[in-house]
Structure formats: structure tokens, C-alpha cells
């Protein structure tokens, strides 16, 4: 049986042209924040997005994406490091796999 979690906070992260791009990478992480994995939004099809968001707020803290024009990107794991760095884990150009290193 699972835990209950309390909702802290919700946000809009926009919309999505194919559930593919959703996001499929959730990550709570010590820092107190959480981040959110997904492909690109409606407006821009071609891109690897990871952002953080602290709870209360709609607007993240810290953006990184990787943008390669007709190339479909999505991230679908993310972990993170003992520095506070950020790994990535996903579909790459092409549906390759990629990953991204993210400094912390």
C-alpha cells in the first residue's frame, strides 16, 4: 500500500502537442524543491526540458533545454547527484537514447 501525500502547491505546466511530451519525470529532491521532466510544450515540439519548482510557486527556479530543431526530445528519469547536479535520463534526437548532465 502506497503513502498519502499531502498537495504542497500545483501549477499549470502548460500543453502538450502528443502525450509523449508530457511529462513523465517527477523528482523531489532535498534542496526542497521539485523537478519536472518533459518534452517540449505545445508552442516549440522540439525540445528536452527539465525544471525546478519550489512549492507555492508557478514559475521555476531554474529552466535547462536542449532544443534541436525537427528532433523530438524527452526526458523520462531524473536523478540527482551528492553536488546538487542533475541527470537526465531520456529520448534523444531521433528517440536515441540521451542523457543530460545538469551542474548543480
Known amino acids: 500500500m502506497g503513502q498519502k501525500c499531502d498537495e504542497l502547491s500545483s501549477t499549470s505546466l502548460g500543453l502538450f502537442s502528443e502525450p509523449l511530451l508530457a511529462p ?3 523528482r523531489s529532491i532535498p534542496a526542497g524543491y521539485a523537478l519536472v ?4 510544450n505545445a508552442d516549440d515540439d522540439d525540445a528536452f526540458v527539465v525544471r525546478a ?3 507555492g ?3 521555476p527556479l531554474w529552466t535547462f533545454s536542449r532544443i534541436d530543431d525537427f ?3 524527452v526526458p523520462m ?3 540527482v547527484g ?3 547536479e542533475v541527470y537526465a535520463g531520456g529520448l534523444g ?4 537514447p540521451a542523457v543530460a548532465y545538469i551542474a548543480g
Open 77 to 79: 528519469a531524473l536523478e
Open 24 to 26: 513523465h519525470a517527477l
Open 53 to 55: 519548482f519550489a512549492p
Open 37 to 40: 521532466g518533459n518534452g517540449a
Open 82 to 84: 551528492e553536488f546538487g
Open 57 to 59: 510557486s508557478s514559475e
Open 71 to 73: 528532433q523530438t526530445h
Open 93 to 96: 534526437a531521433s528517440l536515441y
